[in-house]
């Protein structure tokens, strides 16, 4: 059975773009066959009277956009691998595109900008934020990003996380090749 991983981030947030960039497309890249992804861009945000009256996000009015026009376009692509959502992700937290109201990511990923206009401006992207606030809320992250296995929050799988994802989720993998391959080549660095 795969592991099911969470990362709950915000789109503004320089230490989930250091994250998403440096530790979670790298791992999607090698261990996309291994794992299941769940990405939650919501991080500290609140909503303000059940989501009537919007959100409020760490980062500001931006971030909160940003999250909104993540999750929407999440949606849309639901069914696409884990590999190309974390490409769409990684877009977006490296442009912040979406955070400045730009959906050029979101046309970069072959995503219906269509159907993500439609949520962002429908109860749909609300609803979506509400939902992950209510994810969110289950694990209560102290810092944002959050990592979760299988809905479970471990601090030393947190930590470690943050230093090297790879190597985290190798660890409760085991025998892959994948992992194997990357053993090696760390230990070929360290060598040299």
């Not at 943050?162 to 230990?187: F, G, P, R, V, W």
């Amino acid at each position: 059975m795969q592991p099911y991983v969470s990362v709950y981030y915000e789109s503004k947030c320089p230490d989930s773009r250091a994250f998403i960039l440096h530790q979670l497309q790298p791992a999607i890249k090698l261990l996309h066959k291994r794992i299941t992804l769940n990405l939650i861009p919501f991080g500290k945000a609140r909503s303000i009277n059940n989501g009537y009256d919007g959100f409020e996000c760490q980062h500001g009015p931006a971030e909160c956009l940003g999250n909104v026009v993540q999750e929407c376009a999440l949606d849309v692509i639901k069914e696409r691998t884990d590999l190309e959502k974390t490409a769409y992700v990684a877009c977006e937290m490296k442009s912040l595109a979406g955070a400045q109201g730009s959906l050029e990511c979101v046309e970069k990923a072959n995503i219906p900008s269509n159907s993500v206009i439609e949520c962002l401006s429908s109860d749909k992207g609300t609803s979506l934020q509400l939902h992950s606030e209510y994810l969110t809320k289950i694990v209560s992250p102290q810092f944002v990003p959050t990592v979760t296995i299988d809905g479970m929050f471990n601090q030393q799988i947190q930590d470690s996380s943050q230093e090297d994802l790879i190597d985290t989720l190798c660890s409760i993998l085991q025998e892959t090749k994948e992992c194997a391959q990357y053993h090696n080549l760390m230990a070929m660095k360290y060598i040299l």
